[in-house]
């Protein structure tokens, strides 16, 4: 099975989740106040993990099953914060 991470915005007011698919749309999903930003790492066909992003941060471990939250996401949003 293949393991794969995506992120994932959900507005609160309008129940909707949605995919951010560049940098421009993570930077606003961060920054917006009724927006939620988590990244989902899928297992297979399903959502095995998830870990939300708060403050411009992500957790070390994701919550449910506590895999540990790759590298590469952190450095992401890291670059995101200095730009």
Wanted: charged content about 35%.
């Amino acid at each position: 099975m293949s393991i794969t991470h995506e992120w994932r915005s959900y507005d609160v007011a309008q129940d909707d989740w949605d995919t951010p698919s560049n940098t421009e749309e993570l930077r606003e999903a961060i920054e917006s106040e009724g927006i939620e930003l988590w990244l989902n790492r899928i297992d297979g066909d399903w959502v095995s993990d998830k870990a939300q992003v708060l403050k411009g941060k992500l957790p070390e471990y994701m919550e449910e099953e506590g895999y540990k939250v790759p590298r590469r996401f952190h450095d992401r949003l890291q670059r995101i914060a200095e730009a």
